[in-house]
């Protein structure tokens, strides 16, 4: 199975900016999806952004306008451009895919919003 592995996470104050990367273990052109989910301190994961094999981005509503996601096929690598950040944005945040049938998760990294 591919693995994932993310970084970027920080502490940053509210209206600030990070970009979150999710590198992979081999190529990423071939998988149909990958995702971004994140983690609140007792709260479900939950569905951010994901970026099909044809490069098309959907987000959840909370994160439009703010956050972009992107990929860099050549560096195996999916970004996450996190803009005018808030409180509610504090979570852990997990890159996901699909492989071979298989959901793949990365560690997570945490981000941090202050007031």
């Known amino acids: 199975q591919v693995q994932l592995m993310e970084s970027g996470g920080d502490l940053v104050q509210a209206g600030g900016s990070l970009r979150l990367s999710c590198v992979a273990s081999?190529?990423?052109?071939?998988?149909?999806?990958m995702d971004w989910h994140r983690q609140a301190p007792g709260r479900e994961r939950e569905f951010v952004a994901r970026?099909?094999?044809?490069?098309?981005?959907d987000y959840t509503t909370s994160v439009k306008g703010r956050f972009a996601m992107s990929r860099d096929i050549t560096q195996n690598t999916v970004y996450l451009q996190m803009n005018s950040l808030e409180p509610q944005d504090t979570a852990a945040y997990y890159c996901?895919?699909?492989?071979?049938?298989?959901?793949?998760w990365g560690p997570g990294t945490q981000v941090t919003v202050s007031t």
């Open positions: 970026m099909r094999r044809d490069g098309s981005v």
């Open positions: 996901r895919t699909v492989d071979g049938g298989v959901v793949v």
């Open positions: 081999r190529s990423i052109s071939n998988f149909n999806v």
